[in-house]
């Protein structure tokens, strides 16, 4: 409780873990709501354009929360993690750059047009401001997720001075690993997305508003269900392939592994025993964990005590259960949308309490299996904070106390508390009032 990396390192946990609640909605929703305005122009859905309408006020409300809780990121990269700033600022303050330059400012402006300016704007051109916002959303997201695929997996750069600096552009900002996270990332954004939208629209359909819920129910039940499988196929899997191949501690550590083991089996549940480097209690799938990583049942997957132990993840505990409980959502979330979607295909989902209760309570679960993910990414990652290049110990602030760090951190969660309770009032009275045709 002493260790000032221990403080940086929870502080910038809780306040990323926090804010990331918000963009990820804002990311599907953006996406969800062009669809609903392309099915009203392009059908004069009169529905689809009163769901439009409603989920970009919510969508709103969404980003101003999440402005306020991103702020104090930008200022912890120079009190807590001024080493770390100063040694890589030269790569990846480039794309956080952009990120502001190009992309936010592309994506606020144009939200003040799209909720206030559909009357005058017109129905294409208002289409047109939804889908530069729904652009600027998601460019914002590519530049932060490169930044983050650097500090995973380091190329396009150069050492010059003890300071990286961009050497090739082009392969740091198109890095593979970028690619397939970048994907990961926002398919897992429409599902929050997804599941919001129906169970807000399951929620309105028990209350008996089945006709103003229709169309929220049906997009949230169709673009969960495409989201949910885009999840697991093809980008889960090209992200567990380029994880074998280029951080193999990470998943040994994932997975329980802590021999080397040919044909080597996939844990469903188990207890790590990391003292004993044992899985306990696991219940296991022959040869599968050889096949995902690998494509081969015949590959070894090498094992925990396979490396040196100072390149062991910290926390493996927490990054295996992390891993196991992400992964197991993302299993129910298919099952749910697929029983959603046959009843939806039947014409009598609106009619099934029991599926209808499930998706409205449903609705926190994505957020948790979010937060599950990036938990995976990041405790995956360490010891380092630049994965082979610049460990997390050697990236932090030392003229800055644990002490300063615990004050200013109990700060934070009184002041996103107050946005908390701020966020659900608002949404919660535009859910009251529903969509307005």
């Not at 005058?120 to 530049?143: C, D, E, M, T």
């Not at 089996?265 to 022959?286: F, H, S, T």
């Amino acid at each position: 409780m002493t260790d000032p990396l221990f403080w940086h390192r929870l502080q910038f946990g809780f306040t990323v873990t926090f804010h990331y609640l918000f963009p990820q909605l804002t990311m599907g929703l953006a996406l969800l709501a062009l669809l609903f305005k392309i099915r009203a122009l392009r059908k004069d859905d009169q529905e689809a354009a009163a769901a439009a309408r409603f989920w970009l006020r919510v969508l709103g409300i969404n980003f101003a929360i999440g402005v306020a809780t991103g702020v104090p990121l930008e200022f912890q990269f120079g009190t807590n993690w001024s080493r770390f700033s100063a040694f890589s600022g030269g790569v990846i303050g480039q794309t956080l750059a952009m990120e502001g330059v190009f992309a936010f400012f592309l994506e606020s402006t144009f939200l003040g047009l799209v909720i206030y300016g559909e009357k005058k704007l017109g129905p294409r051109a208002h289409l047109a401001a939804v889908a530069a916002l729904f652009a600027g959303a998601w460019i914002s997201g590519y530049f932060i997720i490169v930044t983050n695929a650097f500090m995973q997996y380091p190329i396009g750069h150069s050492l010059e001075d003890g300071k990286l600096q961009i050497a090739d552009f082009g392969a740091f900002v198109l890095s593979p690993w970028a690619m397939w996270e970048y994907l990961h990332n926002m398919s897992a954004s429409v599902v929050t997305a997804s599941f919001v939208v129906a169970g807000v629209a399951a929620f309105w359909t028990l209350e008996g508003r089945a006709r103003e819920a229709a169309a929220s129910l049906r997009m949230g039940v169709v673009a969960g269900l495409v989201s949910c499988a885009l999840q697991l196929f093809p980008t889960g899997d090209r992200q567990g392939k380029m994880l074998a191949e280029h951080q193999p501690v990470a998943l040994a550590a994932m997975e329980g592994v802590f021999r080397a083991e040919k044909f080597a089996p996939l844990a469903i549940i188990g207890q790590p025993d990391v003292a004993g480097q044992r899985l306990e209690n696991p219940v296991y799938l022959p040869g599968m964990l050889s096949f995902l990583a690998y494509g081969s049942f015949g590959t070894t997957v090498r094992g925990l005590s396979d490396f040196p132990s100072d390149q062991w993840p910290d926390q493996i505990e927490l990054l295996y259960y992390a891993y196991h409980v992400m992964v197991g959502l993302g299993s129910l979330f298919i099952l749910l949308m697929l029983a959603a979607a046959f009843r939806l295909w039947r014409g009598t989902l609106a009619r099934s309490r029991g599926l209808l209760w499930s998706l409205m309570l449903a609705i926190p679960f994505p957020y948790v299996a979010n937060t599950a993910g990036w938990l995976v990414a990041e405790l995956g990652r360490q010891p380092w904070l630049v994965y082979g290049v610049l460990r997390t110990a050697d990236g932090t602030s030392p003229r800055v106390s644990a002490g300063d760090v615990a004050f200013t951190t109990l700060g934070f969660a009184g002041f996103y508390a107050l946005l908390a309770i701020l966020f659900l009032f608002l949404v919660g009275r535009e859910i009251a009032h529903g969509p307005r045709t």
